[in-house]
């Protein structure tokens, strides 16, 4: 098993990531101001499979390629490192679009087409399956059990975290979007903090050791 305090900190890491727009966010932040809650907590539950069959795949790919290639782990972790720092350039770039300006005019969709499409973005999703592939390897070590165990846990809190931030996301969305509509400088605060923590994530994932 994992440490507690390995645990703790890929838990905090997993919260910033999570809180982090991208593609799953922006879906499911567009479903719910455009099509309400239910057709944004329809949508989430096709995002939460398309993570379970990220984590089932790197679980394991992680098994297979840790144990087969020696350098393996360095490579891991150097792409885990620009992932972060990519991430924070995305947060803080120029002319970046704040996440809850959607386009009104979408059209109404059935709840099989919300959950398939939910499901497909994230499965689709190369940056996923990169930080699975990435990240994870940081906190797992043979000498804590099964790889393919611990790649399991790590993937189980990942997606606990992700729907509860994402579930509180879909709920709260049209409130959201009024509040930063009228105070645009916590737009720009939040940027710069995350920016800040995915940034330190990364210097923190470029000096870990091998295992």
């Known amino acids: 098993m994992i440490p507690i305090h390995d645990l703790i900190l890929f838990i905090i890491a997993a919260f910033i990531l999570v809180i982090s727009p991208g593609p799953n966010m922006i879906y499911l932040i567009s479903r719910t101001i455009t099509q309400g809650k239910k057709a944004g907590l329809t949508s989430l539950a096709g995002v939460i499979c398309g993570f379970l069959f990220h984590i089932v795949m790197v679980s394991f790919g992680l098994t297979a390629v840790l144990f ?10 150097i792409l885990g490192t620009v992932y972060l720092l990519y991430l924070a350039y995305q947060a803080i770039k120029p002319n970046s679009k704040n996440i809850f300006e959607v386009d009104q005019n979408i059209s109404i969709d059935r709840p099989r087409k919300l959950f ?11 940056k996923v399956a990169v930080f699975y592939l990435s990240f994870f390897p940081q906190f797992i ?7 393919f165990t611990q790649s399991l846990e790590l993937g189980v809190i990942q997606v606990f975290v992700s729907f509860s931030i994402n ?4 709920l709260t969305a049209a409130q959201a979007a009024r509040f930063f509509a009228k105070n645009p400088t916590w737009i720009k605060a939040q940027k710069w903090f995350m ?6 994530l990364a210097i923190k994932m470029a000096l870990s050791k091998a295992k």
Request: cysteine-free.
């Open 116 to 126: 398939t499409v939910g499901f497909l973005t994230n499965v689709l999703n190369p």
């Open 141 to 147: 070590k043979p000498q804590y059990g099964s790889i």
């Open 68 to 77: 087969a290639v020696p350098y393996a782990y360095v490579v891991l972790k």
């Open 195 to 200: 920016a800040s923590v995915l940034g330190f």
């Open 167 to 170: 579930f509180i996301i879909v």
